[in-house]
């Protein structure tokens, strides 16, 4: 079966503190691998996409990276305006096109 | 980018009574269209893929004949959650995928329904 997993479930860090999100994912044939920022009351909002091991990908403060088992997004001296919930989405092989979803980390950033 | 565009972003109505929320792609065609719903610190729970011209195909544990889904042209599916009850308010997130590709799958902005 097709899974999903994000921790920490909630992460708290001072401005300026680096560090990772985790998605470890189990997939038939992964199809690519997407990130997204979500505020309170909002819809996702888009931030990388992956298509392969190996690959990385850099937004401002972030970057995500990919292996065959599980993706990072490292966040480098994050700001409060970074404070979100991080999802991860993996597309699987096969006809569909539809993403799954892990239940997202929490990040709070404090000034 | 690509942008979806969704309607209403907020909505309350009576117990008994249908709602009908709108997904629009702006400045791209999307063939398809899916319909999630989210509830309070839970992540994205995909209900139905909205396909145009044809169908829906729902998600197992979906009702059809409760959340009637509609993609009548390349840029607009709708939602409709009929003979709402308190149990179906919740969060509802559209998203389409561009292809292009250049953005991944692009999400609306969600509908907060809550039932009274």
């Known amino acids: 079966e097709d899974q999903v997993t994000q921790s920490p479930e909630a992460l708290r860090l001072q401005e300026g503190e680096s560090s990772s999100l985790n998605c470890s994912y189990t997939?038939?044939?992964?199809?690519?691998l997407f990130w997204y920022r979500q505020d309170p009351g909002k819809g996702p909002e888009f931030l990388f996409t992956?298509?392969?091991a190996g690959e990385e990908k850099e937004k401002e403060r972030l970057k995500a990276t990919l292996t065959k088992k599980e993706s990072f997004l490292h966040i480098t001296a994050p700001k409060p305006e970074d404070s979100a919930t991080y999802l991860c989405a993996v597309q699987a092989g096969g006809a569909t096109n539809k993403l799954i979803f892990g239940t997202g980390t929490l990040l709070a950033v404090q000034p | 980018g690509a942008v979806v565009s969704q309607h209403p972003s907020r909505v309350i109505c009576k117990s008994g009574t249908s709602v009908k929320i709108e997904c629009r792609s702006l400045d791209f065609q999307a063939t398809t269209m899916f319909w999630y719903r989210q509830f309070p610190k839970q992540s994205l729970m995909l209900m139905a893929t909205?396909?145009?011209?044809?169908?829906?195909?729902?998600e197992q544990g979906v009702e059809k004949d409760k959340f009637l889904i509609n993609h009548a042209s390349l840029t607009l599916s709708t939602l409709t959650v009929t003979s709402a009850h308190p149990e179906d308010s919740s969060f509802y997130i559209c998203?389409?995928?561009?292809?292009?590709?250049?953005?991944?799958?692009?999400f609306g902005s969600g509908t907060r329904l809550t039932v009274v």
């Open positions: 998203s389409a995928r561009d292809v292009r590709d250049a953005y991944g799958y692009t």
């Open positions: 997939v038939s044939g992964l199809r690519g």
């Open positions: 909205s396909n145009e011209g044809s169908k829906a195909t729902y």
């Open positions: 992956l298509y392969s």
